[in-house]
């Protein structure tokens, strides 16, 4: 049985929405899928009975799969572990807390059947989100489209429809520190739009403070860019070409046997370039501590079980392309990965 559709979605502490979840999209896959689908519900580590509802729908539903990581491991890696297990020629990636709705299924597999392999949702508006949150994610997709190599389309999440093909890519990318809907722009292909009305979270509260956004916000543009790092040549070059009239006025006021004042410009030069140099210390220390986590070569994600009903074991196989998504299994049927 070939599988036409997977859902992938992350799930952290949305015990209140996954019902209605479940409800909206059974009913946009039984309208939209054209034949077999799979919804890939993984629990990242949740804390609030998530789990255990998550295990539930897979028992009591055999369209539903529970993939239940080892702990918390943050969004985009949550993801990446469910995209390892989808089986669909296509997969649509969708939030727990139904801000992306998941009806918008049909129009994004017409776009597809016309030739795209990425179908990807553009917010045209939010609602329910703070003025905070809109006009820091509206200026942070303006810089890294900037500094980026690849163009990332601007108010774009991670909601959107691939195919098998453009999956496959992006199962093969290592990276450990990922921006996804970065990596899935890298890939090229045919990409196109959807514009759609975000709504508000339909239960509980984001899982994304300003900590993990902050986070976010850095892994894109160190994973996009190596701009930063020129940052140093370019203040050097500005500065040294500075240097030069205020050298040649030193050595005037020198030969005129100018005075021994200077200590406010002094103290200042020193205090202004302290600053500088710690911060561009500080840019190369980022990506010097993200090559040191990648040349550990961790697995990307633990997974502690993978629920499903029939089918019996069922193991991810595209990661075995590159040994650092390598997968362990902690159920104790199928023994050591
Ligand atoms: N999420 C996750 N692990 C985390 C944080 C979030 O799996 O550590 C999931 C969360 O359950 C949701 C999705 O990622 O399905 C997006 O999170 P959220 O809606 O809180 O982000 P926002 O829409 O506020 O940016
Ligand atoms: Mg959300």
């Known amino acids: 049985m070939s599988v036409h559709l997977s859902v992938v979605i992350p799930c952290y502490n949305?015990?209140?929405?996954?019902?209605?979840?479940?409800?909206?999209?059974t009913a946009a896959c039984e309208a939209h899928a054209g034949g077999p689908w799979e919804v890939i519900l993984v629990d990242d580590g949740s804390t609030d009975g998530t789990t255990e509802s998550i295990r539930a729908a897979a028992a009591d539903d055999p369209r539903y799969a529970g993939l239940i990581l080892s702990r918390n491991h943050g969004h985009q890696i949550a993801l990446t572990a469910g995209l390892h297990y989808a089986q669909g020629a296509r997969i649509l990636i969708l939030d727990a807390d139904l801000q992306d709705p998941p009806e918008l299924l049909g129009d994004m597999m017409a776009l597809m059947d016309d030739g795209a392999d990425v179908v990807?949702?553009?917010?045209?508006?939010?609602?329910?989100?703070?003025?905070?949150?809109?006009?820091?994610?509206?200026?942070?997709?303006?810089?890294?489209n900037r500094l980026s190599e690849v163009p990332i389309p601007e108010d774009t999440g991670d909601f959107r429809l691939m195919s098998r093909r453009a999956l496959d890519v992006l199962n093969a990318m290592p990276e450990q520190h990922r921006f996804i809907r970065g990596m899935v722009s890298w890939i090229?292909?045919?990409?196109?739009?959807?514009?759609?009305?975000?709504?508000?979270?339909?239960?509980?509260?984001?899982?994304?403070?300003?900590?993990?956004?902050?986070?976010?916000?850095?892994d894109a543009l160190t994973s996009f860019s190596i701009l930063p790092l020129r940052l140093a040549s370019w203040l050097g070059l500005i500065t040294a070409m500075l240097s030069v009239p205020l050298l040649i006025y030193v050595l005037i006021s020198w030969i005129v046997g100018g005075t021994v004042q200077g200590w406010v410009s002094l103290t200042g030069i020193v205090v202004l370039f302290g600053g500088i140099q710690l911060i561009v210390v500080g840019i190369i220390g980022e990506y010097v501590g993200r090559m040191y986590m990648q040349s550990k070569n961790r697995p990307l994600f633990l997974v502690d079980s993978f629920d499903r009903q029939g089918e019996g074991p069922f193991r991810a196989t595209s990661p075995a392309a590159s040994p650092a998504v390598a997968l362990a299994e902690g159920s104790s049927d199928h023994g050591h990965a």
């Open 14 to 25: 949305e015990i209140e929405g996954l019902a209605a979840l479940r409800e909206r999209v």
């Open 120 to 144: 990807y949702g553009k917010r045209i508006s939010r609602a329910g989100e703070t003025l905070f949150k809109t006009a820091s994610a509206a200026l942070f997709y303006r810089f890294l």
């Open 188 to 218: 090229g292909y045919r990409q196109v739009a959807l514009e759609y009305h975000r709504d508000k979270r339909f239960a509980g509260e984001t899982k994304y403070p300003l900590r993990k956004m902050l986070r976010l916000t850095v």
